[in-house]
Structure formats: structure tokens, C-alpha cells
């Protein structure tokens, strides 16, 4: 492996303010069955995955980081739902989300760069339903991998729609290969 | 599994036609690191991944379309340097390499749209110096299938230097987990 990044707000926040842009080139405008079609039962289409990202930008990673600013460890997080958009995005459309998405994300971004944090704030503690004790950097740190995971997942899901297609190449197509990318980065 | 999508050039050049537009949003102006590391020896940086890229663009999809359209069975491929970029990308910038790929792209996915291709032509033959027969409905769904594959790279390789950062939530980051992503969706 290689030395791996060092966590920086400015790193952070150059990959978390380009995911929108990302998936509008991706998916906007696309056929809809490429983001309509999952990998199978309980897994993630891209339409899924975008209702998924918009949830967590309103009910999760903000949300939480305001929990550890203001409350530290005293106040458990909520639990996340990892299915809302199976609700929430009903009746909308792909456009309709990566709007919504970019919207909530840039307001996110602007959010987290107007704190200011400085090392004593990423240092702060909060308590996870699950999984315990954990830092708001280890928080922004996971804000960014979740997105690239579903950045991944959303390939992957799109790649396998042709894993008929490919003939003899398959077997020189790792993403073809992928274990089923199931409901993805988890956010919980 | 899902059913799948069956195979159409409108739909592949759909996702071809992307790519330079994602792998732009999402890399155009990161941080150096973020585009220079990779996973270890022998693994792919996102630097690398687009020089890929860019060679397949030259030598590989559209040279071997040609051979499969003109020649038939008779002329098997040249077999494709994966490597070719680490010579190739030498001195170059991202922004060099983001312009380059999307210039190539965009001319090739003209030149494909405009051979109108039918059934008859989809399912003409060529020879694969490895696999043997294959077609040309295969090679061009490898091709779509081949930059999601590097898409889904480019966003594992870029989580991964956040693995040590995110405490106890890797538990929940399958992404972390992947198995190393190597030189990737071979185009060989």
C-alpha cells in the first residue's frame, strides 16, 4: 500500500465538493436504465445511490458534526437510515436529485469551511450508536470515503449491465468480478 | 443479479461519451497527492489510470474496431501495452492529461456514431492474440465496461488514502476492504 494522505479540512472538502459535478456528468442524461437497474434484490441502483448521498447530506454528516461541536459524547448520534431514499425519492427524477444533491452539497461544503477548524476541533469526540467513541476528523475523514465508495459502487453497478456483452473479455474485467456491491458504503 | 442492459451503440457511446466529463469534475485541480498516489507497487495512481486511458484511445478500441471492420479474422490484434503511460505520461500535468483524453474521446466516439453501425456490422469477427474469436458488439461493450472499471479504480485507489483516517468506521467502508485494486480493468 502505498503512504496514504494525512487528513486535511482543505483535502476534505476539494473531494466533497467535486462529487457533485462528478455524478452530474456521469448520470445526468443517461438512458434510464443504467440508473435505474441495481445488481439485484437489496442492492443500490445509481438512482438509489443519489437519494442515498442527499440523505446523508441533510440528516448525517453536518448533522453529526454539529452533535459533536455542541453536545461532544453526551449525545449519542441518531441512527442512520440507510434506506430512506426508497421513500424520499419517489416521484423525483434523476435531474430532480443531482440538483437537490448539489444544492445540499455545496451548502454543506460552505457550512464546514465557514467553521474554521482548527486541530483542538477535530479532535472533539462524539459517541456513535454502534460503534463508540470517534473524532470528528475520523467524522469528515468518513464523509469523503463514503462518497468515493459510492462513486465506485455507482460504476460498478453500470459496469455490470454489459457483463452479458463482453464475450471472453470478461475474464480480463475485474469490476465484472466485484463482489455484489449490495447497499455500498455504509453510512450508518 | 439484475436482468442487465442488452448492448446498443447509442447506449455505449451514452457512457463513453461521459467519461471525460466525470473523470474531469472529479480530478481537474485536486490536490497533487490526491492524483499522484497509488496503492503500492504496481498499482494504478488516477495520474496513471487517465494515461491509460488515453493510450487505449490511440491504440486500442478504435485501431482494433477498424482491423475487426477491414480485416476480419484474418489480422489478429496487436496485443496493447498496458504500461504504455508510464513512458507516454512523462512530463505531462493532469489538466495536460484530462484535455488530451477528452480530445481523443470525443473524435473517437464521432468516428463510431458515424460508421452507423448495424447487426451485421456488430457481429462481425476479429481474433484476440489471447482470447481467439471475439466480436465487435463485445469489444465495445468492453470498452464501456472497461472505463467504469477504471472510474471505480480511480475512486477506490482515492478512498483508500483516507484507510487510516477514519477510525472505527472502516467496519462499515467496504471500499477500504477491497481487494488491492492492481493495474485494473485490463484493455488487454
Keep these: ?10 483535502g476534505a472538502l476539494a473531494v466533497l465538493g467535486r462529487t457533485p459535478g462528478t455524478l452530474r456528468s456521469l448520470l445526468d442524461g443517461m438512458p434510464d436504465p443504467w440508473i435505474e437497474h441495481n445488481e439485484g434484490e437489496e442492492t443500490f441502483s445509481p438512482f438509489d445511490v443519489v437519494g442515498h448521498l442527499i440523505h446523508g447530506e441533510r440528516c448525517d ?4 458534526a454539529r452533535i459533536i461541536m455542541d453536545q ?6 441518531d441512527p442512520f437510515d440507510r434506506f430512506a431514499m426508497y421513500r424520499e425519492s419517489q416521484g423525483k427524477s434523476m435531474p430532480d436529485l443531482l440538483n437537490e444533491f448539489a444544492t445540499l452539497r455545496e451548502a454543506n461544503v460552505r457550512t464546514v469551511a465557514g467553521w474554521g477548524l482548527r486541530p483542538e476541533h477535530l479532535a472533539l469526540r462524539g459517541s456513535h450508536p ?6 470528528l476528523q475520523e467524522l469528515l475523514s468518513t464523509w469523503v470515503v463514503h462518497d468515493l465508495g459510492h462513486l465506485a459502487q455507482i460504476a460498478s453497478v453500470m459496469a455490470k449491465q454489459y457483463r452479458d456483452e463482453v464475450g471472453p473479455w470478461g475474464a480480463y474485467l475485474p469490476i465484472l468480478q466485484d463482489r455484489e456491491g449490495g447497499t455500498g458504503g455504509s453510512s450508518r
Excluded: D, K, Y
Aim: proline share 8%; glycine share 16%; net charge neutral.
Design 61 to 64: 454528516w453536518v448533522a453529526r
Design 130 to 135: 454502534a460503534l463508540g467513541a470517534v473524532t
Design 1 to 10: 500500500m502505498g503512504p496514504g494522505i494525512a487528513f486535511s479540512v482543505e
Design 72 to 77: 461532544g459524547e453526551n449525545r449519542p448520534f
